[in-house]
C-alpha cells in the first residue's frame, strides 16, 4: 500500500471536507491499478449510486483523457459498475 504524502493527504481531505459542507456524503480513496478497473470495483464494493470524474487540467496534448474519451470512460463505468457517472463541469473561465 502507497503512503501518501502530507500535500496528497491534504487534497484529499479538503476535497471530501468541501463535498460535506455542501451535504454531499463523500469518501476519498486511493487506490493503485488500472484506473476503470479500480472505480468500477470500488463502485461495486460500495454499491456506489454515483461516481463523479473531473475533467483533467492542462494542455489538451497532455491529458490521457479528451472530453470525448471521458465521455466514454463514464459510460463505461456505468454499464459495467450501475454507478451514475457524473462529469463535473470546469468552472474555469
Not at 5 to 14: N, Q, W
Amino acid at each position: 500500500m502507497k503512503l501518501l504524502s502530507r500535500t496528497e493527504e491534504f487534497i484529499l481531505l479538503a476535497a471530501q471536507v468541501q463535498a460535506q459542507g455542501q451535504g454531499v456524503e463523500a469518501e476519498g480513496v486511493i487506490r493503485e491499478g488500472n484506473v476503470r478497473d479500480e472505480i468500477i470495483q470500488l463502485c461495486q464494493e460500495i454499491q456506489a449510486e454515483y461516481v463523479v470524474l473531473g475533467n483533467p487540467k492542462g494542455e489538451p496534448e497532455d491529458n490521457a483523457f479528451t472530453r470525448e474519451r471521458l465521455n466514454r470512460f463514464a459510460q463505461s463505468i456505468e454499464l459495467s459498475s450501475g454507478a451514475k457517472a457524473i462529469l463535473a463541469a470546469d468552472t474555469e473561465p
